[in-house]
């Protein structure tokens, strides 16, 4: 607290003081029967002392900015000041009680107020005027209006004592966003271009809603603290999800808050960026507050929400540019690594990072590093910006952990060539498309797409996971069934919600059951019919400009139109294993730590079953055989192998199973 802060609050408690004194003087005049000259000249005393009060302050009181703000007349002021006395001067209950002539009363009443103060005017206590609309006054319960015990709002009383807090009502619902992190040049631009916007409405006093949209969470609050500070304003924070829907706790809400602002300089952002889009009664809620909220707001969101009865001024936040990603990992590798930085480049080409979560991958890779100071720096740090890509992500889809291998892959050597070719698009697309200007001759078809296409069990999924393993990045499985709506629009929302964050970390993408949106193009016989087309379009649009690898898998490629499939850069043909593919899947599907005997591969392989029923096969077999506490043996997989084909609905045939034991 400055020097100038406490000459304030010296100068605001005298002229308080002061001007409860001149509200005490006329409650004790109306206690004597005949005013004499003595009495009158006190008051005039009382005057001139708070004159003198009011010229010795530096700066507009307490008092004087609440009866300016909220626009109350003397006689509103006096009653304000009754209520004050009452909390702050020991005399006003006495005072109170002699007036009201019942010593059991000894508390202001309207009634009091109406007999006592100078400048009466019925219409000050109406619900709609200043006192009991702001709520600077609480009535208590009593038979009549005027004879109810009246005090003064807590919040009220502190603010003229010159004590400035968040009311306590509040609490828990709005929370302050104090810290402000430094910013990169795009955003530092951004939070002074919004600041400019603020400082020139209020000239004409017409404040807009400010909206900041984009995924990035944590860079939004940033520069959102920045444009406050910018603005010498407060900023506080309140989640979408907080706002009641019940009418009356929503206009109580709304009018604590705008009193807030009327109080001090602040600023609200509100939060809407988990808003559950099919909540209606609650998205109603939201809009209605922050249409009708007063004051400086700002709006976070994925997307751009419509408000069309305020003025809304929409702003799209960017993750940081390239330069600026390299500049800030410079700056955080330069305490714990300084001998990454000629490797930034490679975690700038596969991760798009904000600036907050490269610092906290840092900060992960300075902890990992300080534990096991042998291990590779460059691999701590690509591991450490895999998981900080990865919140949002495991909210969307289900991550899967990667570990097969080439080996691990029982495929004709075509398919694994293309599989092969994928892996080097991935590890090659910043120089292709940057070095080599690529993306220069436009930003389409630059996605990694590929199809895998083959029946269950085939490998499909196993091929995505040894794409993962290799290229060491995580694996996120979308079931496109799941994310298919019924409802219009809903299915763009959910997949554009899965780009958007997966964007974050360049992670592979495995769409799951494409077959549940791709189909052949039918004839538009209804708007179903036309949406649905225009949401495989949308998810080939996005695919073709993600940064990472997206892979559809199917059972049937014949069911996809031909003019989807162009739009796809890679189809791999998983095909169903013959009897020397199967013996080679028997070969390797125990881990080396099972105990098997007498196993014979290619009996095994007379199995007509795909690598997935193998490996099920193989793991039934492996619990009968710990149960039974003996190696696995070729009688364990034959009745895990019937379990098998009871499930498939098939026989088991002589001519697959004879001679096995």
Known sequence: MNATTIDWDRANYRYLSAALAVVRGILENHTVSLQNQSQAKNHENLQQALQEAAAAMPAPSALDRVCKMFRLSSFESDLLLLCAGMELNGDFAKLCASVHGDPQRAYPTLSLALATLPHVHWDAIAPNAPLRHWRLIQIGDGHALTLSPVRIDERILHYLTGIQYLDDRLAGIIE???????????????????????????????????????????????????????????????????????????????????????????????DCNELDSNDTARLNAIAHFIERANGFLIVTSRERIRLPQRLVVSFDVHQPTIKEQGVVWQDALTAIAPQMNGQVKTLIEQFNLSAATIRAACAEAAGQLAQTPENDITEILWDACRVQARPRLDELAQRIEPSGDWDDLILPELQKQILREIAAHVRQRSTVYNNWGFAGKGGRGLGISALFAGGSGTGKTLGAEVLAHRLRLDLYRIDLSSVVSKYIGETEKNLRRVFDAAEQGGVILLFDEADALFGKRSEVKDARDRYANIEVSYLLQRMESYPGLAVLTTNLKSAIDTAFLRRIRFVVQFPFPDTAQRAEIWRRVFPANTPTADLDALQLARLNVAGGNIRNIALNAAFLAADAGEPVQMKHVLRAAQTEYTKLEKPLTDAEIGGWI
């Open 176 to 270: 302050p966003l104090q810290e402000v992190s430094e910013l990169v040049p795009s955003h530092q631009e951004l939070a002074e271009r919004v600041a400019a916007v603020w400082s020139q409405a209020q000239k004409i006093n017409s404040l807009p809603i400010v909206q900041l949209c984009g995924i990035e969470t944590i860079s939004k609050r940033a520069i959102a603290a920045k444009i406050c500070q910018l603005g010498g304003l407060s900023l506080w924070v309140m989640p979408a999800q907080v706002i009641p829907q019940a009418p009356s706790e929503l206009d109580n809400l709304m009018r604590l808050w705008t009193r807030e602002t009327i109080l001090s300089r602040c600023a609200l952002l509100i």
